[in-house]
């Protein structure tokens, strides 16, 4: 069976720091890996595609790198407005599988 | 602007049945491959089904397999879920998503189902 793990489930962190998110999954999904970010009550938005392709529009304190099997999101210089939940989400194979998700919190 | 709006969600019994659509606008779905993606109250993402841009292939979770349908009216740049057979389980909020392998994705606002007697 395909699994995927994201971690951590939560952080906390000042306003200027430098914060990663990991996904890895149990099989080789090449670079068919996305990021997203959703705040309180809204959709979720998409920050990262094809693993390390920022979305247009997206700030350039965000990142993404990564292939085969681990992969991570990089927050450069944290903001207040980047506090949310953090997804990745695989599209190599079906079911396509979303992380468990990253609260992160803005001390 | 690129834009997906949901609708056709509410309050149905057990056992009932919703039809949801996602209206496209600045996108056109039939380019896409397009994906409903639904998350329960407090919990998380969770891929529903898929479309393919080309019409053959069609790709549901095990969870909806035999009760959910998609499908894509081209002449109205539409997507729809048609849900039958509703379950408690099935409480979320559904958004319909396209492009998410590519440059061009769009995802919608959503549109609550509760399922409840």
């Known amino acids: 069976d395909f699994q995927m793990t994201q971690s951590p489930s939560s952080l906390s962190a000042s306003v200027g720091d430098r914060v990663t998110i990991t996904c890895r999954t149990s099989h080789d999904i090449r670079n068919d890996l996305g990021w997203f970010q959703q705040r309180p009550g809204k959709a979720p938005k998409r920050l990262i595609y094809a693993a390390s392709s920022l979305q247009s529009g997206v700030p350039s304190r965000f990142s993404g790198s990564g292939s085969g099997t681990e992969f991570t999101l990089t927050i450069s210089s944290l903001q207040p407005e980047d506090s949310a939940i953090y997804y990745c989400?695989?599209?190599?194979?079906?079911?396509?599988?979303f992380g468990q998700g990253t609260e992160l919190e803005i001390k | 602007e690129v834009q997906l709006v949901e609708s056709g969600g509410g309050l149905v019994q057990p056992g009932g049945s919703l039809r949801l659509s996602c209206a496209a606008s600045?996108?056109?779905?039939?380019?896409?491959?397009m994906h409903w993606v639904r998350q329960a109250p407090g919990k998380g993402l969770v891929w529903v089904a898929r479309?393919?841009?080309?019409?053959?292939?069609?790709t549901y979770a095990d969870s909806v397999k035999g009760r959910f349908t998609i499908s894509r009216d081209d002449a109205k740049n539409t997507l729809y879920l048609q849900m039958n057979s509703l379950k408690d389980e099935d409480t979320a909020m559904y958004y319909c998503?396209?492009?998410?392998?590519?440059?061009?994705?769009?995802w919608g606002q959503g549109t609550l189902v509760t399922v409840s007697s």
């Open positions: 600045g996108f056109t779905v039939s380019n896409y491959w």
């Open positions: 479309f393919s841009s080309d019409r053959y292939t069609i």
């Open positions: 998503a396209g492009g998410l392998s590519v440059a061009g994705a769009a």
């Open positions: 989400l695989q599209y190599n194979n079906f079911p396509h599988t």
